[in-house]
């Protein structure tokens, strides 16, 4: 029953419903990471999501945090999640990554260590369930979390390793060629007709990682395109992208109602198990 209520107020939650939002710094090796954080109702300890933006960065020009990603934080913590999303890009002088070929900030590297740095600070808090920190990430983020959860980078400490994955439309190429396997239970999810992140090398990945990896599961969505989560954003083709399926540095992308609805509903259930 009471996972039951969780989902319908996850479901039902209307626009002016809004999460306590703060700003903290998760220490790092090299200077401190900024991060917003969305806190639920109430004194915790609260299950988290450590979440990972995209290419497009965490923050728009104007300074506010991305619309579709204030959605999701503000959706999961009317769930009962507290919401970290470090900022990967600020924390180094940087904005958006999606037009350069040679990213100054690498998914398999720096990011991965803002991913350490995340999970070390929270459990170091007392409103935290240590047992139960999970990962989401969105392109660029995506496959950040895809390289974090791999066995080989299992933490060493004494704390509970991460519980679960959530990703959306990923770039699997890479990640594909050097057989990739997870330690943990991965949800992927990703559109048919992406022409940014092709669904074809996800399918490959998850398919040649079985029989040596945790539970990895690929929805592939009929109809749609990167982005499909958005909110009320028409189909459309945008150019000079650095990576493309057809190298032509355009790419597609939009609202895909069934697939954004999916999406919402089966993050936080994946979340929940």
Known sequence: MRFILFLTTFLCLCGSARADVEFVELPSDDKPVPAALYRPVGSGPFPVVVAMHGCEGLKASNGAIRPPLDEWGNRLAAGGFLVLFPDSYSSRGLTAQCRDKVPKIRPDRERVTDIRAAREWLQQQDFVRKDRIALLGWDNGAIAVLWAIRPNLEPDDEHPDFRSAAVLYPGCG?????????????????GALDDWTPAKSCEQMVAGARGRSA?????????AYHAFDRDNQPVRQVRGVAFSSNDSGRVTLGTNLEARADAFKRIPQWFSR
Request: charged share 25%; proline share 4%.
């Open 174 to 190: 890479r990640l594909n060629e050097t057989a990739w396997s997870t330690r943990v239970p991965t949800l992927i999810l990703i």
């Open 215 to 223: 539970r990895a599961v690929m929805v592939k969505y009929r109809g």
